[in-house]
């Protein structure tokens, strides 16, 4: 298993601004994945993030938007870039240590007015 | 706190009955699926696994099968418990793609004593 820890938990933020989340697992993980769930709805992956490599996109994301850190094998960051109401999501760091099963964080509820 | 699932379709069972709630999934390939429960304001929760070389599964109180034929997922729940409200989601993995997990749509639990 794996223990995942994100901040900020939640946060209001204004149009037109950015906000970085982190992302800390309690061991060394190959992958780790960054998911959006927007209000009433299922997750969608952003992008898969491995250390020491450009992070891989998923059809509809661009790093400009969520330029993705990962710097090491236990911790990485997204940022969401010039936010719009729409980005209103709560943002949910994974991993898969085992290859398979992912583990969540608790996410992230980003509220942006 | 809010809830994640104000879009997503509803089971309501009686506290006692038992629970199934059904998934289809889209990619033939998929060989690996997961069933998550979501509780409002926390991340996904793993409950079961089942691979594509088999046609059902048990864990505690849950059960998974399996339909490759038409594509299909069902978690069954036995005496379903208060404990149990929340929001369900399938997730099949596809190895060729990177071992990343599509989810489904989601559906609301509601347990009523």
């Known amino acids: 298993s794996a223990v995942i820890s994100q901040k900020p938990s939640r946060d209001i933020c204004q149009r037109g601004t950015s906000l970085t989340i982190q992302c800390q697992v309690d061991?060394?993980?190959?992958?780790m994945f960054w998911y959006r769930q927007q209000p009433g709805q299922s997750l969608t992956l952003i992008a898969t993030?491995?250390?020491?490599?450009?992070?891989?996109?998923e059809s509809g994301f661009v790093i400009d938007k969520f330029p993705i850190s990962r710097p090491n094998l236990t911790f990485s960051t997204l940022t969401v870039s010039n936010m719009s109401p729409e980005d209103s999501s709560i943002y949910l760091c994974?991993?898969?240590?085992?290859?398979?099963?992912?583990?969540f964080g608790e996410g992230s509820r980003l509220t942006v007015l | 706190g809010e809830s994640v699932g104000l879009h997503l379709p509803t089971l309501s069972v009686q506290e006692g009955d038992n629970s199934i709630i059904n998934c289809a999934y889209s990619n033939s390939a998929s060989d690996y699926f997961i069933w998550y429960k979501q509780e409002s304001g926390k991340g996904p929760q793993f409950i079961i696994d089942i691979r594509s070389n088999m046609d059902k599964r048990q864990g505690q109180r849950v059960t998974v099968l399996l339909n490759k034929t038409v594509k299909h997922l069902s978690l069954q729940i036995a005496a379903t418990q208060p404990g149990d409200s929340a929001v369900y989601f399938c997730?099949?993995?596809?190895?060729?793609?990177?071992?990343?997990?599509?989810f489904g749509a989601g559906t609301i639990l509601r347990v009523k004593s």
């Open positions: 997730a099949e993995n596809i190895a060729e793609y990177g071992n990343k997990l599509v």
């Open positions: 061991s060394q993980v190959t992958m």
């Open positions: 994974s991993v898969a240590p085992n290859t398979g099963e992912l583990f």
């Open positions: 993030a491995n250390q020491g490599s450009e992070a891989t996109y």
